[in-house]
């Protein structure tokens, strides 16, 4: 199966930590592509001033790390 695929790149091993969580955790409990709305918050796409104007999805963790 083909669909979009993004790159992601984390600051340091823990901002990948994170990602991976989140993945993990929202996969579980993820309703159908078809079914859900889309979200609004936790996530925003930035310049990141890239010849090409490529556009870098920023994310905030939903949870302070212990």
């Not at 695929?5 to 901002?15: I, P, S, Y």
């Not at 991976?20 to 579980?28: D, L, S």
């Not at 870098?56 to 302070?64: G, N």
């Amino acid at each position: 199966m083909e669909g979009e695929q993004f790159l992601l790149q984390a600051r340091d091993v823990a901002g990948v930590i994170d990602w991976i969580e989140a993945i993990q955790a929202a996969t579980n409990i993820a309703l159908d592509l078809d079914e859900r709305p889309m979200p609004k918050d936790h996530f925003f796409l930035v310049e990141d001033g890239d010849v090409h104007d490529d556009l870098i999805l920023q994310h905030k963790p939903l949870l302070p790390r212990q």
